[in-house]
């Protein structure tokens, strides 16, 4: 069974230094890879994904993240955070033919 | 854009009420999903759907059933709601493949007293 892994129910930076949001993940074959953020009162916003290729992904907002098969990971990293960067983010894990999971969600707060 | 759009923001009802939330995508996407989402649990999936009629169990699919009669439209139903089913209700579409991005609506606030 796949399944996803973010080791950290909150992350704190300030704003202007560089943020990263932690994911691991655990799947038979090869995955495809999402983040997904959340901002209060609101549905679940798409911001990058990663099927095949370039291990970096550039996605929203100014977010990238780099996929590491060995790892098993799939990061989440901005060079420099913004206080609207606050929210909670999700990391996901498909497979061909197979559902989507998401991990339990990171709370992002970034203090002025 | 995609519009992915759920019939209550916020809905309160009784132990025992059959409760119906609503879910409308204008994408004429293949595929939608019903998720229900509660503190340090993530997003759980409780069913799917991948065309007009199907429908396949999720993770939890337990106490509740789906319906999709037109493609734009995915319905979620408590068939006897209960307290434990008090929880934020996602809805999502994807476009047809795995590799697709899901588009969520705003979500259903559910209070079961």
């Known amino acids: 069974a796949q399944s996803v892994a973010q080791p950290e129910d909150q992350v704190n930076v300030a704003e202007g230094n560089p943020l990263t949001v932690k994911c691991t993940y655990s799947?038979?074959?090869?995955?495809?890879l999402f983040w997904y953020v959340q901002y209060p009162n609101r549905g679940l916003q798409f911001l990058l994904k990663?099927?095949?290729?370039?291990?970096l992904v550039k996605g929203s907002y100014g977010f990238e993240a780099e996929f590491n098969k060995s790892q098993t990971s799939f990061h989440l990293k901005k060079p420099s955070a913004l206080v609207s960067d606050s929210a909670l983010y999700f990391c996901a894990v498909s497979v061909p033919a197979g559902k989507s999971t998401f991990g339990d969600g990171t709370t992002l707060t970034v203090k002025p | 854009d995609v519009k992915v759009t759920q019939s209550s923001r916020y809905l309160v009802k009784r132990t025992g009420e059959k409760v119906f939330l609503e879910c409308v995508q204008d994408?004429?996407?293949?595929?939608m999903f019903w998720y229900r989402q509660d503190p340090g649990l993530g997003l759980r999936l409780i069913y799917f759907s991948y065309d007009v009629k199907m429908k396949e169990k999720g993770d939890i699919p337990e106490g509740y059933s789906v319906s999709r009669e037109k493609k734009e439209r995915f319905s979620l139903i408590l068939e006897s709601a209960s307290t434990n089913q008090t929880s934020m209700y996602l809805c999502?579409?994807?476009?047809?493949?795995?590799?697709?991005?899901?588009?969520f609506g705003p979500g259903t606030r559910l209070t079961v007293l």
């Open positions: 990663y099927i095949t290729g370039d291990n």
């Open positions: 999502a579409s994807r476009r047809r493949g795995w590799a697709d991005t899901q588009y």
């Open positions: 799947v038979s074959g090869n995955p495809y």
């Open positions: 994408m004429d996407h293949e595929n």
